[in-house]
Each structure stands twice: as structure tokens, then as C-alpha cells.
């Protein structure tokens, strides 16, 4: 269900993005006019081509969530340097069309399970007071969770 992002899986990533998900949802903020214009693509592409598929730059892996062998999302894990010897940030989005059944539990299990094979000693993620999945899933994995304003850093020790 978690395939390794590449170049053609990319392309894939991004049609599942624009037929199913806002881009605020998916990528960092671009300005300009609302929706899934043509410079959103592109940095969305661009995005993931510099942080994942580019040896030179990449700082994290990133995998496609696939749902019925369709791209439906994107999983990644980040190391950061922080306090911990080894702490990762993770990062989900799932397309509209499949949430809510489950899936981004499974996901939140093998990214965990990632992490620790990896060796990393913590597990920190963002989320935001609004969004009740997220918080959902991260508190059921134990994680701590610390509210700031909108925001909603959570983190768990491995
Ligand atoms: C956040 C996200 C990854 C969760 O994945 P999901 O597959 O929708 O979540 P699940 O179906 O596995 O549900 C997880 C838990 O949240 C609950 N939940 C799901 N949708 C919910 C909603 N809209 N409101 C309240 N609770 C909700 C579920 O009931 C479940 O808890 P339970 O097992 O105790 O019943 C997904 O909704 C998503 O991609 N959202 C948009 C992008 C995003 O917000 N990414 C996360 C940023 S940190």
C-alpha cells in the first residue's frame, strides 16, 4: 500500500492531488489565484522532486499511499535534528474520495513502524485544532500532544 516515491509515481501523486485534494492540504503555500493552478503544480512537483527524488537535496522519504492500486496520497518521513539522537517528523494527506475509512490508521502504523526500524528515537507531527483525524490518530498512537493557537504539535517516544 506504501510505494517508495519516484519519478513516474510522482506524476501519479499529483493527478490523485488535483482530482482530490485542495492544495492547501498537500503542499506548502503558493501565492496567486485560488486552486490547482499551473505554477501550483509545478511547485508541487518541484516540492517533492527536492525534498525526496533529488540525491543532491533530498531530506526526506516519501512513499505513495495507494488505495485499490490508485495513487490516493502521499506518507513522509523527515529526520530532524533536534534534542533526540534521532528524531523524524511524518507528514500524511489522503485524497478526499478515502478518508474516514481507516486508512490513514494504517498508514500512521507503518510510518511508526518506519521509524523505528529506522532506528529514531522520537516521532514528532503538525497537525492543527481542526482537524480531528489527525489528533485522533496521533493520540491513539500515544503521542503527546501540545497545543499553540491553531496548531498542534504532537510527539512520541519511541
Ligand atoms: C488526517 C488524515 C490523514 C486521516 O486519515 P483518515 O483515513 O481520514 O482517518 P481514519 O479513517 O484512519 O480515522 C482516524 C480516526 O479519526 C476519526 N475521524 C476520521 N475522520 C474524522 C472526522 N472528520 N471527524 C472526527 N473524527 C474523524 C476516525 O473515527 C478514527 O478514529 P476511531 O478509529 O477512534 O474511530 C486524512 O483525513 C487527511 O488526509 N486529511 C487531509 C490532510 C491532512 O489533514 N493531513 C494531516 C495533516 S497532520
Do not use: C, K, Y
Amino acid at each position: 500500500m506504501l510505494i517508495p516515491l519516484d519519478e513516474p509515481g510522482l506524476g501519479r501523486l499529483l493527478e490523485a492531488a488535483v482530482a482530490d485534494a485542495d492544495p492547501v492540504e498537500v503542499m506548502p503555500p503558493v501565492a496567486g489565484p485560488g486552486g490547482w493552478t499551473e505554477a501550483r503544480r509545478e511547485a508541487f512537483l518541484a516540492f517533492h522532486r527536492r525534498r525526496s527524488l533529488d540525491p543532491d537535496t533530498a531530506i526526506e522519504t516519501t512513499w505513495v499511499i495507494e488505495v485499490d492500486g490508485a495513487a490516493a496520497g502521499a506518507a513522509r518521513l523527515r529526520p530532524v535534528s533536534g534534542q533526540a539522537a534521532l528524531e523524524v517528523e511524518a507528514g500524511v494527506w489522503l485524497g478526499r474520495s478515502v478518508r474516514g475509512r481507516g486508512i490513514g490508521r494504517r498508514v500512521a502504523e507503518v510510518l511508526l513502524e518506519a521509524a523505528r526500524d529506522g532506528g529514531a528515537a522520537r516521532f514528532v507531527a503538525t497537525t492543527t485544532v481542526d482537524n480531528a483525524a489527525a489528533r485522533r490518530l496521533l493520540s491513539d498512537a500515544g503521542a503527546e500532544l501540545n497545543v499553540h493557537g491553531v496548531d498542534v504539535d504532537a510527539q512520541l517516544e519511541l
